[in-house]
């Protein structure tokens, strides 16, 4: 999607999918080439106006990976958040980082780890690059020093394989992905006491 604030010094958000998959027990991350910057990069985009990151991820991943929620695990470090009931619940991210991206631009961007055991369910869609790779700690390190990854995709990427032990996987579709209401969701305000 177009970025949604244009003016210079603005900020867009945007969700990342640093997925992983073991391939003769070689653990590999998944990039693809993106079509305007030239480079590969972790899959993902912009959380739009209308809705959650969550629901952001869970398109942004079938757009451009073709893998569904429900084939993935999410890294985490607990199994769920503790939240009240009436609160939709998000995953916890890996990491989360501001970055440029030119024209007085920036990203502040969402990334969630996965896990893969399968191929992706359906073909990427029209429009999106059909160049995906499976890379390996050696191709991420190499392709980021010829310019052909990002350097901070193959960072993230690089903390994955070295941290993935530390991680539980959860279901990926445990985590709604309902557009809320404000039905849905109440905040209760009262009198707050400080200590």
């Known amino acids: 999607m177009a970025h949604i604030h244009t003016e210079p010094d603005q900020h867009d958000m945007t969700v990342s999918a640093y997925i992983m998959r073991k391939f003769d027990n070689q653990w590999k991350g998944l990039v693809h080439f993106h079509r ?3 480079v590969y990069m972790q899959v993902g985009g912009h959380i739009e106006l209308n809705e959650t990151p ?17 084939q993935l695990k999410i890294l985490q470090y607990n199994d769920r958040q503790q939240v009240p009931a009436k609160h939709i619940v998000h995953p916890i991210p890996m990491a989360m980082n501001t970055h440029f991206v030119g024209s007085d631009h920036f990203h502040s961007d969402i990334c969630y780890g996965f896990v893969a055991n399968d191929d992706p369910a359906v073909p990427v869609s029209d429009g999106e690059s059909n160049d995906l790779r499976w890379l390996s700690k050696e191709d991420l ?10 350097e901070d995709t ?4 690089l903390d994955i394989f070295g941290s993935l032990e530390s991680y539980k996987l959860v279901p990926a579709d445990s985590f709604k992905v309902t557009k809320p209401t404000s039905a849905s969701i109440t905040y209760k305000t009262g009198n707050i006491k400080r200590s």
């Open 54 to 70: 969550w629901q952001a991820m869970a398109h942004e991943l079938q757009e451009e990976s073709g893998y569904f929620l429900s």
């Open 141 to 150: 390190i190499s392709m980021s020093s010829t310019g052909e990854v990002v």
């Open 154 to 157: 193959a960072s993230l990427y």
């Open 36 to 38: 305007k910057t030239k």
